[in-house]
Structures are given as structure tokens and as C-alpha cells.
């Protein structure tokens, strides 16, 4: 399969690539690569697709933690721009433009418990994953539509000085399976 990562270069982004690329033609794309694009940017992700593909996968969105009391209205449109929107609007595009039963995986990141200055980012990641279970029912041609939802990365934890964390090569895992499996719909916590 012919598959674009958006969000290369991350950490997410290159495990996923490196999971992919035995078996697949991985097109690397990132805001520093040589194929660019970027979810604020609609051009770019026409770009993504003016070539034939068969799966795109977006590890490339994320949303800070900060307390509410501390988010200006312009940060939290941003982050609902970037992260959601952003991704919705890759799924619309991937969606016209990908060949007969391809895949679209997202990223979400909800955590399993609350934790302080992660109001936006749970308001963004479950309406992502809202998104892709509705949008899954309607997709043509045998389109499949899913969102990993990583949580805290065990690599992330420890440049943190902290412990625990699911590794990043477990969450890789999730994303692949996604990709070359047959699950619509769905959204995946990797453990």
C-alpha cells in the first residue's frame, strides 16, 4: 500500500513509520519534510493526495495541557482548528480521494483519568472520536475511518523524569493494525 503519515518527524509519527515501512511505500510528510503540509493550512492537504493512496495516518496534531482559567478564546479556537478541524478536514479530503478501501486513522489522546489542564484537550478528543464513529457509517467505497487514542507515552513520561506511560512503539503497533486491518469506527487506547 501506498500510505501518507502526516506528522512524521514526531515521536508518534516516526514509530509509526518505521512500523509501516517493511511492508508499505510510506510517503514521510511533516511542516520541516520535503512533502509538506500542515492541518491549519487546507491547500497543503490537497497536496497530500495529488498522487494516488491507499491509507493516510495523522499523527499530527496535539493540544497542550493548560488550566481553563488560563486559555485566552484565540488558544482555544486554535487548538480546535488544529487538532480537530484540522484532522476532520484531512478525513474529507483522504475520504474523496483515496482508493477503494482505504483507510484514514486520526489521533485522539484522551487519558484515562482527569488530570488538571486537560479540559480543552478532552472537549477536542471526544469530539474527534465522535466524528469518526458517525463518519464511519457514511465513508463510500469501503473507506475505513479510525482514531488511536495513545494517552501518555512511556518516551514522553521519561523526558518528563516520570515512569509509566504506554511505549511508543506499542502505540505504533495500534496504528498499523488499524491500517492494514479492517476496523471502522473504532477508537484504540494501546496498552
Request: proline share 5%; hydrophobic share 45%.
Amino acid at each position: 500500500m501506498k500510505i501518507i503519515v502526516l506528522g512524521a518527524t514526531g515521536l508518534v509519527g516516526r514509530a509509526v513509520t518505521e512500523a509501516l515501512e517493511p511492508r508499505h511505500d510510506v510517503l514521510r510528510v511533516s511542516r520541516t519534510t520535503a512533502a509538506k503540509a500542515d492541518l491549519d493550512d487546507p491547500a497543503s492537504l490537497d497536496a497530500l493526495f495529488a498522487e494516488a493512496a491507499d491509507a493516510v495516518v495523522c499523527c499530527a496534531a496535539n493540544v497542550p495541557l493548560k488550566p481553563l482559567a488560563e486559555l485566552t478564546d484565540t488558544q482555544v479556537l486554535d487548538d480546535l482548528r488544529g487538532k480537530l478541524l484540522g484532522q476532520v478536514a484531512l478525513a474529507r479530503r483522504a475520504a474523496g480521494r483515496l482508493t477503494d478501501g482505504g483507510s484514514i486513522t486520526l489521533t485522539g489522546g484522551t487519558f484515562d483519568e482527569p488530570i488538571p489542564g486537560s479540559g480543552l484537550g478532552a472537549l477536542v478528543n471526544s469530539g474527534l472520536e465522535g466524528f469518526v464513529r458517525s463518519a464511519a457509517a457514511e465513508l463510500p467505497r469501503g473507506l475505513r475511518i479510525n482514531v488511536v487514542s495513545p494517552g501518555w507515552i512511556s518516551e514522553t513520561l521519561a523526558a518528563m523524569g516520570r515512569d509509566g506511560g504506554t511505549p511508543v512503539a506499542v502505540v505504533a503497533e495500534a496504528y498499523r493494525a488499524l491500517v492494514e486491518g479492517d476496523a471502522t469506527g473504532t477508537t484504540v487506547r494501546p496498552r
